[in-house]
């Protein structure tokens, strides 16, 4: 990390934010959406006016030279980025601030830190960038079992340490934010390309925690395709896995350990597969009169074995709320990339299937195409979207998104039965009629990855039990449905009731039995995954 320091309310580092002209537009969306001049919006406490508890603990001499319990620091450690963390900082209400936030620099300090907490009854949150959108950073103290709480944050473990050219991996630090990998790849010719919408303020170790959903919307969906080893500091010590491009001996350590959350050890390190830069590449948008037009198109496309790096759809009202059409139709932004051949003849294929259903293109264009029209409007949207939270919570705004992976067989009926519920209990909760949208962010032969938006108008003083309310609705109605509560946000607090309902009960049983070896004291990120 360089520059300012990250906010400890909203996106990014202090002093950045969305531009008035961005502003006025989606506030203008949401003008028109509840007929509304204007918002009653509260104020949010500055840094220096928050109210922290005394610390609880003080680290000993041994580890406090790169520990603190500086107001700042405390503050930025208490919460991720979900709905809910927004509405509790709006209000000023700190009351999970960690004691501690330690900053080690090597393996041996983590460890100390985990044995000091646990001699202390402390429990403890890794910390890569805070970007969780499902209560995953957030410390938990129940003044039984942990009653103080210390958060360790990985940025010191920020570098590229070898390349490996000949097999085409790296060997990273888990606390290497998204921009700086890509930075110190970028002169060997090579890159992860594992871009999700957190990426300038997440961290490596916190994709393979969280299971994360990147760039390629298919064929490398997620971070776990890129995993060839991991490197975790447990509270029983070192775990590392063997560097393999592939095994079938027995279960895979790595599977376990991808998508832990932080229950089980902190990741130190891992080489990663990496990709050639891309040298071609084919972009398109392309128009359908319907949503379910264009999910088949994307079926069609997914089943053909032409693997896109982009095939995402967005539905008439989302293409509108974003910019990138009128809302009189959905779109597809399809791309094609390679670092070893040109892509046009897939790019022509996958035009033809779109084509057999009803599909125009708008622009279909090689080189930066991805760039220009409704893509390229709706790729700035996704990626300047995370700041709008910090003016539209306070403005009592309650936009949320979730995100789930459905069979194509149930694809259709499903999502009806999940927009439908979800609009309901936007009513009932409200009083006033919202508005649930969809796109698709990742695709499979066998079936898509639909992404959900709401918004709806919000009372302040009510605001968490509203936003509750509809989360469960929708929740419900995705593991009702046979879908599953998360396809890349991971499960945190936020999902976790909906987690339990999901997992077979035997296997939550072997995870316990795992927590149980790995963390005996169960100090690492209670309430996530699994109970100690």
């Keep these: 990390m360089s520059g300012a320091r990250l906010k400890h309310y909203g996106w990014g580092r202090e002093g950045e934010g969305m531009t008035r002209a961005e502003q006025d537009f989606v506030l203008g969306r949401y003008r028109t959406k509840f007929a509304r001049d204007k918002f009653e919006t509260v104020p949010v406490p500055r840094i220096e006016d928050l109210k922290l508890r005394p610390a609880r603990v003080q680290p000993p001499e041994a580890i ?62 890794p910390f890569g960038g805070g970007s969780s959108v499902c209560g995953g950073v957030e410390p938990r103290v129940d003044g039984i079992r942990h009653k103080s709480a210390v958060t360790i944050d990985l940025r010191h473990f920020d570098k590229v340490v070898e390349i490996d050219q000949t097999s085409r991996a790296a060997l990273i630090e888990g606390g290497t934010y998204g921009p700086s990998l890509e930075n110190q790849l970028k002169p060997h010719g090579v890159t992860l390309r594992h871009f999700p919408q957190s990426f300038e303020y997440s961290t490596l170790g916190g994709w393979i925690a969280t299971r994360s959903g990147g760039h390629f919307a298919s064929l490398y969906t997620h971070i776990d395709d890129f995993v060839e080893n991991l490197r975790v500091v447990t509270p ?29 050890g902190i990741i130190s390190r891992a080489w990663m597969r990496l990709q050639p830069r891309p040298k071609f590449r084919a972009g398109a948008s392309i128009r359908f009169q319907t949503f379910f037009a264009a999910a088949r198109a994307v079926r069609a496309i997914a089943q053909a074995g032409l693997y896109p790096s982009n095939c995402r759809i967005l539905d008439p009202q989302e293409a509108f709320n974003t910019g990138a059409a009128d809302g009189s139709a959905a779109i597809m932004v399809l791309g094609f990339e390679s670092g070893d051949h040109s892509p046009d003849a897939w790019m022509a294929r996958a035009l033809e299937c779109c084509g057999d259903h009803g599909g125009k293109a708008e622009t279909a264009n090689p080189g930066d195409a991805h760039l220009e029209g409704a893509a390229g409007i709706w790729r700035n949207a996704f990626i300047r979207m995370p700041y709008a939270r910090e003016f539209l919570t306070p403005a009592g705004l309650i936009n949320d998104t979730f995100e789930t992976a459905i069979t194509w067989d149930r694809f259709e009926t499903f999502h009806d039965r999940v927009k439908s519920a979800t609009e309901r209990a936007i009513i009932a909760a409200t009083g006033v009629k919202g508005e649930v949208t969809c796109r698709f962010t990742h695709v499979y032969p066998d079936g898509p990855a639909p992404y959900f938006s709401f918004h709806a108008l919000g009372r302040h003083g009510a605001l968490l039990e509203q936003w509750q309310a509809i ?46 070896e790995l963390d005996p004291n169960g100090i690492l990120n209670p309430g996530v995954l699994i109970d100690a």
């Design 64 to 125: 406090a030279d790169f520990c603190t319990s500086d107001r700042y620091d405390r503050a930025a450690h208490a919460y991720g980025k979900s709905y809910p963390d927004y509405v509790r900082a709006m209000l000023g209400d700190y009351d999970c601030a960690p004691d501690v936030v330690a900053y080690p620099r090597n393996e041996a300090e983590i460890s100390a830190v985990m044995d000091w907490a646990g001699s202390v009854g402390a429990c403890v949150t």
């Design 236 to 264: 029983r010590g070192i775990l590392e896995t063997r560097r393999l491009p592939g095994s079938g001996a027995g279960p895979s350590p790595d599977r376990m350990l991808i998508g832990s959350e932080g229950t089980l």
């Design 471 to 516: 989360k469960n609705a929708a929740s419900d109605a995705l593991i009702e449905a046979g879908g599953t509560i998360t396809h890349h946000h991971a499960v945190g607090r936020d999902h976790r009731p909906w987690y339990d309902r999901q997992r077979p009960e035997l296997f939550a049983s072997s995870l316990r039995a795992v927590k149980k």
